[in-house]
């Protein structure tokens, strides 16, 4: 299963499928959009994501998909 979170022009898709929560995300993303909650990552607040990829780059599964990358 595909979660979009979408503010914007900017959209990330977490795909829950291969999400482990693994955290990754969440370190790496320099605004702190991320979070793991129940096991899976979830976006909060997109429309201050500055595009950088880190979130893509970092996920050890690549589970996340963003609209810029």
């Known amino acids: 299963m595909k979660k979009d ?3 914007g022009d900017i959209k990330i ?10 955290g990754d995300c969440v ?3 320099p605004v702190e959009i ?6 899976k ?3 909060k607040n997109v429309g201050e994501c500055i595009e950088c990829c ?3 780059n970092a996920c050890p599964r690549e589970a996340i ?4 990358c």
């Open 41 to 43: 990552a979830i976006c």
């Open 54 to 56: 880190a979130c893509v």
């Open 27 to 29: 370190t790496a993303c």
């Open 65 to 68: 998909e963003h609209s810029s």
């Open 34 to 39: 991320f979070e793991v909650v129940d096991g």
């Open 13 to 22: 898709t977490v795909d829950y499928d291969k999400c482990i929560g693994a």
């Open 5 to 7: 979170f979408e503010e």
